[in-house]
């Protein structure tokens, strides 16, 4: 199903807002795709047996209920990510391009989950393991990671996708996420704005 890994996202604080996440194991295709996590509760789609849904549970495997794998062309990733994070029933998303790693693919839907939930918003957080093409009207922010897994420790980047239009709500959600108590909103934990 998946392997444990201690995940750091050291500009959320350091080991203080360290977290344990679960790996989910993939069986990505060579096709691009999305990566889709659901709110729990969601219905599984009605047609559980057509094509897309028998090659989505071929990646993401049977007993997660939650995640979806959609295949699309490589020039449509990021645009439909981004208009697919905009659905009410969606969590994360994340882009694969082909030939990225099913593990680095899992730690960037590992970091979305982190990430959103760090964030206490109701948005959906959209991140690839590499900087995938991103078309006019998009940006790229890159996370470090420090992943502990199996006694050794390694640092990745996971890049989150925004619009550009959306810029100004992710910096004043930064504020909220990082904020310590006591500290004036818009202030980081160091006291800088």
């Given at each position: 199903?998946?392997?444990?890994?201690?995940?750091?996202?050291?500009?959320a604080g350091g080991a203080a807002e360290a977290g344990r996440s679960q790996l989910v194991s993939l069986a990505l295709p060579d096709r691009a795709g999305l990566l889709l996590r659901r709110a729990p509760g969601t219905a599984a789609p009605e047609h559980a047996g057509r094509l897309v849904e028998r090659r989505s549970r071929a990646v993401v495997g049977d007993v997660r209920a939650d995640?979806?794998?959609?295949?699309?062309?490589?020039?449509?990733?990021?645009?439909?990510?981004?208009s697919m994070a905009r659905l009410a029933h969606v969590r994360t998303v994340v882009v694969c391009p082909a030939g990225v790693s099913p593990g680095r693919?899992?730690?960037?839907?590992?970091?979305?989950?982190?990430?959103?939930q760090r964030r206490m918003s109701p948005a959906p957080v959209v991140t690839c393991a590499v900087c995938p093409p991103l078309g006019d009207g998009k940006t790229a922010i890159p996370h470090e990671v420090r992943?502990?897994?199996?006694?050794?420790?390694?640092e990745r980047l996971v890049w989150e996708i925004v619009a550009w239009d959306d810029v100004p709500a992710w910096l004043a959600g930064l504020g909220t996420s990082q904020r310590a108590p006591g500290q004036p909103a818009g202030s980081g934990r160091d006291g800088r704005p």
């Amino acid at each position: 199903m998946g392997s444990a890994a201690r995940v750091v996202v050291p500009d959320a604080g350091g080991a203080a807002e360290a977290g344990r996440s679960q790996l989910v194991s993939l069986a990505l295709p060579d096709r691009a795709g999305l990566l889709l996590r659901r709110a729990p509760g969601t219905a599984a789609p009605e047609h559980a047996g057509r094509l897309v849904e028998r090659r989505s549970r071929a990646v993401v495997g049977d007993v997660r209920a939650d995640l979806h794998f959609v295949e699309l062309q490589r020039g449509e990733l990021v645009r439909v990510a981004l208009s697919m994070a905009r659905l009410a029933h969606v969590r994360t998303v994340v882009v694969c391009p082909a030939g990225v790693s099913p593990g680095r693919t899992a730690l960037a839907l590992a970091v979305a989950g982190m990430l959103r939930q760090r964030r206490m918003s109701p948005a959906p957080v959209v991140t690839c393991a590499v900087c995938p093409p991103l078309g006019d009207g998009k940006t790229a922010i890159p996370h470090e990671v420090r992943v502990a897994a199996a006694g050794q420790v390694q640092e990745r980047l996971v890049w989150e996708i925004v619009a550009w239009d959306d810029v100004p709500a992710w910096l004043a959600g930064l504020g909220t996420s990082q904020r310590a108590p006591g500290q004036p909103a818009g202030s980081g934990r160091d006291g800088r704005p």
